[in-house]
């Protein structure tokens, strides 16, 4: 054999440089199996950054909701604010002339139901104030 081929053969024949190269492998499956617990770790961070980005969110969200909702009250109660006194109250007079049957009355209340109630996307305020005027009317 040349001499050549002795250096090129000889590093992987001599014990020294197994043992060099079994602590290397040693060393390389440590650091592999660091990075792995440095990896789960900051996917573990990264999984509660989410959750806290995603609760965030949806509370921002509910927040811009609930403002809507309280805009929309604070309209309608300032728009019935100014809303004259004539038209909440119901008009003694104007009921007085209408003499209607307690059928009738019936009647009135339900067709006003369909339209004004709570259930079917109607005012509160609006019905409440209808059954004052369809009471009044049945008491007269």
Same mark, same amino acid.
């Given at each position: 054999?040349?001499?050549?081929?002795?250096?090129?053969?000889?590093?992987?024949?001599?014990?020294?440089?197994?043992?060099?190269?079994?602590?290397?492998?040693? =060393?390389?499956? !440590?650091?592999?199996?660091?990075?792995? %617990?440095?990896? &789960?770790? *900051?996917?573990?961070?990264? @999984?509660?950054? #989410?959750?806290?980005?995603?609760?965030?969110?949806?509370?921002?969200?509910?927040?811009?909701? =609930?403002?809507? !909702?309280?805009?929309?009250?604070?309209? %309608?109660?300032? &728009?019935? *604010?100014?809303?004259?006194? @004539?038209?909440? #109250?119901?008009?003694?007079?104007?009921?007085?002339?209408?003499?209607?049957?307690?059928?009738?009355?019936?009647?009135?209340?339900?067709?006003?139901?369909?339209?004004?109630?709570?259930?079917?996307?109607?005012?509160?305020?609006?019905?409440?104030?209808?059954?004052?005027?369809?009471?009044?009317?049945?008491?007269?």
């Amino acid at each position: 054999m040349d001499r050549r081929d002795d250096t090129f053969a000889m590093p992987f024949r001599s014990p020294g440089r197994l043992g060099e190269l079994e602590r290397e492998a040693t =060393e390389l499956r !440590l650091a592999i199996k660091t990075l792995t %617990r440095q990896l &789960q770790k *900051a996917e573990a961070r990264h @999984a509660e950054t #989410e959750q806290a980005y995603v609760k965030t969110v949806s509370n921002l969200v509910q927040t811009t909701q =609930e403002n809507m !909702l309280l805009r929309h009250e604070c309209e %309608r109660l300032r &728009q019935r *604010a100014h809303q004259p006194d @004539a038209i909440r #109250e119901p008009n003694a007079s104007v009921m007085f002339m209408l003499r209607l049957t307690p059928a009738e009355v019936a009647a009135v209340r339900k067709a006003i139901a369909r339209l004004h109630h709570p259930d079917v996307g109607g005012d509160v305020e609006r019905m409440q104030a209808w059954n004052v005027a369809l009471d009044t009317l049945l008491e007269q």
